[in-house]
């Protein structure tokens, strides 16, 4: 989906948008949930609209201009799979903003009158005021435009401003370029990020419902077994010598009888979650039916009887006699238990407490909103006093919390390296603003970084290269204010936030490869700071045609120059030399063209040797192992991030190969009755060439240790997962004791291998 193709022409197959509509049709047919069900009826009329146009070729899929009509830098609707469906994101009718807008301003509620009055004296004093308080947000980057417009108006820039107007004209009547409202200007994101804003979070809680077996078991301990007591007790009155009914029932027992009764219709009427006070083969259905029958005056039948008298026996033996100790105790318990808040009931306490926060924004401080139940609000709301707010709950609320990065992995509010890649761009947007000397222009350009990342990626064939921000017309339009180097003199800049998100990334998730939106971030930085080390991203097997850029060699080279004659380059079988020597050569061939070249074909050539696949054909897991092989070479990114950027992870490189160890152990343990594990056994494999890359930055004897410790880590786990790492550990042994595979990945008869993600054929390790 980003950097690999064919060399000749491809275009996407309709396969994968033809199956789309079918499953989006029976989710909304037969899912519990209505906002579920009203979301997939949209999304399948979405993918109709990508097979109509494909069908009718107003769609050219794989392109960075899938829409006739529209110029690479307009925001589309993009579903999953990289998939265009024809829509602008910034059209569509006209948003309440919009019209609001129109009637203060005085003039037809339409964009082109819109855009027009902007460029008139009071339509920019309007836009000056949003920029100077900071009051606008940016949804999608095209309402950044017309500010960007009206701060080159008053900086003086007026051929920029023109040329700016000139591009965005012929799209006025159907893009929406006018910023929306806010409350004030955006946080500072170099001191603080958040996950998610205080509505959403809210949005979170008002989705929840009561818990159906939790309030199910609620009503059984504060309705149903009280009453059955109460039932238990009224029989017991029958007893004699350890009988039921050997007494008969006098007319005040007859007429408490028809009190129970009547109780019990008004409970059965109002509670309704249990059922087995209507089982006539449960004890208080049994208990209950014997009354109705008595008190009617008809005599119970043996059978009855004896099934009465079973379960009075069975519940004075399971519980004791009501009123005895042990059972005055088992209820009292049981009452406490049925009087605690429901998670529901606290869920819309936290809501109260939410509402009075500003919601565009994350929270600074959660835990007066996590505090017990005040005294006040028992009072408003009936929750108890002092009751406490349950893990879950907390667990939303906390997902708002604003804070540096770092601190909201180790409190758990990031817990992957995908969740790392969604926070990123807030960091990444205010840091590449600082090249902008004006602050004002800082803050629009940081807003308008943040909508840019919220594009969803193309997919893209031939090569093809996602849109960057910087061919954004208004962000061309303010190239010339950007400082001539970000990195300032103390220490600040693009290079030290690569460091610092590189080493958080590495030391929170050691045995996750970086996710491609990350990588896309890293990306920025380095340019940004003109590092020349690439960052590359993981390949999309079901597309890859075989080809890499040029990017992928010169990471590969910087590889080499970090783990040339290390366990990491003789455990793969690589010759960082040559990768070295074959740079040299398609540099050197690079010069002697008069264009740049979009591949590498040594590169491609080197991967496919690798492994094993040049005279196969092509099938998904053929191209699996190639790439596979490219990240091997590459490091997927480490290597540059250590050698480049400079990253040292606080627990250290032993530390982190401990890590990776315990995630290969953990994804192993699932391989076991996986009818799938492919895709586990892949990111087992990841893991472990993360741990092997760690190894390789510790001394020899240190690796040595590392590896005699990791039985200790597997005795954790099932059995079966020290089966199934066994080849693996036997080779990274023998290759730290000097020894080496074949060609095939083994040694030792099979005993020992090579631990590869991807196979052709069945993978050993199933």
């Not at 099934?307 to 105790?329: D, F, I, K, N, Q």
């Not at 992995?409 to 090249?435: C, H, I, N, W």
């Not at 366990?567 to 040299?584: F, K, P, Q, S, V």
């Not at 990945?745 to 069945?762: E, I, K, N, V």
Request: aromatic share 6%; glycine share 8%; with cysteine.
């Amino acid at each position: 989906m980003n950097d690999n193709a064919e060399q000749q022409p491809l275009t996407a197959a309709p396969s994968y948008p033809e199956a789309q509509p079918a499953k989006a049709f029976t989710t909304a047919l037969t899912h519990e949930d209505a906002g579920t069900r009203r979301r997939a009826e949209v999304r399948g009329q979405h993918w109709w609209e990508v097979l109509a146009g494909m069908a009718a070729g107003r769609l050219s899929v794989g392109s960075r201009t899938p829409v006739d009509g529209l110029p690479p830098w307009v925001t589309l609707e993009v579903l999953r799979g990289g998939f265009a469906t024809g829509t602008a994101s910034a059209g569509g009718p006209l948003q309440t903003y919009e019209s609001e807008a129109a009637r203060s301003f005085g003039v037809p509620a339409e964009r082109r009158a819109l855009f027009a009055h902007c460029l008139t004296e009071p339509g920019l004093a309007w836009l000056w005021a949003r920029l100077d308080s900071g009051h606008y947000g940016i949804g999608v980057p095209e309402e950044a435009a017309l500010l960007t417009m009206a701060w080159l108006v008053r900086r003086g820039e007026t051929d920029a401003a023109l040329g700016l107007v000139a591009e965005l004209e012929p799209f006025a009547d159907r893009l929406r370029f006018l910023p929306r409202p806010a409350d004030g200007p955006a946080p500072d994101a170099t001191a603080a990020v958040h996950r998610y804003t205080v509505s959403e979070a809210a949005d979170t809680l008002r989705g929840r419902q009561p818990n159906a077996a939790v309030e199910t078991q609620r009503e059984a301990l504060a309705v149903w077994q009280p009453f059955g007591d109460e039932l238990l007790v009224h029989w017991l009155r029958t007893v004699r010598d350890g009988r039921v009914l050997e007494l008969v029932p006098d007319a005040d027992w007859l007429a408490h009888g028809e009190v129970l009764l009547g109780r019990y219709r008004l409970l059965a009427a109002e509670h309704t979650r249990c059922t087995k006070h209507r089982n006539p083969k449960e004890n208080l259905g049994i208990l209950r039916g014997a009354l109705e029958e008595t008190v009617a005056g008809r005599p119970l039948d043996a059978r009855r009887l004896g099934l009465l008298r079973h379960a009075v026996e069975s519940m004075v033996r399971r519980r004791g006699l009501p009123g005895s100790v042990a059972h005055t105790a088992l209820r009292r318990r049981q009452a406490e238990q049925a009087a605690l808040p429901s998670h529901h009931a606290l869920a819309q306490l936290m809501l109260r407490r939410l509402a009075v926060l500003p919601q565009e924004t994350g929270i600074t401080d959660v835990a007066p909103i996590l505090g017990a139940v005040t005294e006040e609000e028992s009072r408003e709301t009936g929750l108890p006093l002092g009751a406490v707010v349950p893990p879950t709950i907390r667990q939303v609320v906390e997902s708002a919390l604003s804070a540096p990065l770092g601190t909201l992995v180790e409190r758990g509010v990031v817990p992957s390296a995908e969740v790392l890649a969604e926070l990123v761009p807030q960091l990444v947007a205010a840091t590449t603003a600082q090249a902008y000397d004006d602050e004002t222009l800082r803050a629009l350009m940081a807003a308008n970084y943040r909508a840019f990342r919220s594009r969803r990626s193309l997919l893209l064939l031939n090569l093809e290269r996602q849109v960057r921000v910087e061919e954004l017309p208004w962000v061309r339009a303010v190239s010339g204010q950007r400082s001539a180097v970000l990195g300032k003199p103390d220490g600040e800049g693009a290079l030290v936030v690569l460091r610092q998100l590189g080493e958080l990334a590495v030391q929170a998730f050691p045995g996750t490869i970086l996710p491609n939106p990350l990588v896309r971030e890293f990306g920025v930085l380095e340019r940004q700071c003109d590092l020349g080390a690439p960052f590359v991203e993981e390949l999309a097997a079901d597309i890859f045609m075989g080809t890499f850029s040029p990017k992928f060699l010169t990471a590969a080279r910087i590889a080499g120059e970090l783990l040339d004659g290390t366990l990491y380059e003789r455990y793969h079988g690589i010759d960082y030399a040559a990768i070295r020597n074959l740079a040299i050569a398609e540099t050197g061939a690079a010069l002697t063209r008069s264009h740049d070249a979009r591949t590498s074909p040594g590169f491609a050539r080197l991967c496919a040797e690798r492994a094993g696949t040049a005279s196969r054909s092509w099938s998904v897991a053929a191209n699996g192992t190639v790439i596979e092989q490219a990240q091997i070479l590459t490091t997927h990114n480490l290597a540059t991030l250590v050698h480049r950027a400079g990253i040292a992870p606080r627990p250290g490189w032993a530390g982190l190969a401990r890590r990776c160890f315990v995630t290969v152990c953990r994804l192993a343990s699932r391989v076991h009755r996986n009818p799938r594990p492919w895709g586990t056994i892949k990111d087992a494999a990841y893991a472990w060439r993360q741990m092997v890359f760690h190894l390789s930055l510790c001394p020899p004897e240190e690796q040595r240790r590392i590896i005699a410790g990791l039985d200790e880590e597997t005795a954790r786990h099932p059995a079966h997962v020290a089966t199934r790492l066994a080849p693996a550990l036997a080779g990274l042994a023998l290759v730290v004791e000097g020894g080496a595979f074949d060609r095939e990945g083994t040694a030792d008869g099979g005993h020992a291998r090579r631990f590869l993600g991807w196979s052709t054929d069945r993978h050993w390790m199933r």
